[in-house]
T-cell receptor, first 112, second 114 residues
């Protein structure tokens, strides 16, 4: 069964450093998303991506964040200069023609 | 504004007993609703959805959910709980915007005791 994969599973970085989180969505899906979950809190939408451009972004997704689909299979989230409050679990999701989204296992980002 | 509420932080049931995890929503227009389950250190797994049609929808692992438009609810149910059902459950609402982002409730921890 196809699944969404994410790497790395855990990333530790120092405040101010850049990080790139990687995702490989399900191959025939056309809609891609990033969400985050701060420990103990609910899952929050960050950004959606369709037809090679951002279709919607949340207030959290400020200028420090960017997304890319560089090669038709990978879907990356970059945080340019990490802050302590960026520490969270980051989930990638993709969607096909039906409405449900399929989530990857997540990347736990720890900013020290 | 669209929103989802899960009024219980935790639900405790004994194995073999029926379980209900509650969800209410607020949306203008027709709701598209989902349930996801999250096991420790894992991603969210899709359980079931309501888009249209029968108010009782069946999903994975014996779970079902009842859509009630008048009460704006979408409660998750299972007739007989298993210890392995213990996990974190999220109700989600599909935003009617073109992007289809999901708006999540705060989650309910289900604890099934032997």
């Amino acid at each position: 069964e196809p699944e969404v994969t994410q790497t790395p599973s855990h990333q530790v970085t120092q405040m101010g450093q850049e990080v790139i989180l990687h995702c490989v969505p399900i191959s025939n899906h056309l809609y891609f998303y990033w969400y985050r979950q701060i420990l103990g809190q609910k899952v929050e939408f960050l950004v959606s991506f369709y037809n090679n451009e951002i279709s919607e972004k949340s207030e959290i997704f400020d200028d420090q964040f960017s997304v890319e689909r560089p090669d038709g299979s990978n879907f990356t989230l970059k945080i340019r200069s990490t802050k302590l409050e960026d520490s969270a679990m980051y989930f990638c999701a993709s969607r096909g023609p039906t409405y449900e989204q399929y989530f990857g296992p997540g990347t736990r980002l720890t900013v020290t | 504004a669209q929103s989802v509420a899960q009024p219980e932080d935790q639900v405790n049931v004994a194995e073999g007993n029926p379980l209900t995890v509650k969800c209410t929503y607020s949306v203008s227009g027709n709701p598209y609703l989902f349930w996801y389950v999250q096991y420790p250190n894992r991603g969210l797994q899709f359980l079931l959805k309501y888009i249209t049609g029968d108010n009782l929808v069946k999903g994975s692992y014996g779970f079902e959910a009842e859509f009630n438009k008048s009460q704006t609810s979408f409660h998750l149910k299972k007739p007989s709980a298993l210890v392995s059902d213990s996990a974190l459950y999220f109700c989600a609402l599909y935003s009617p915007s073109n992007t289809g982002k999901l708006i999540f409730g705060q989650g309910t921890t289900l604890q099934v005791k032997p």
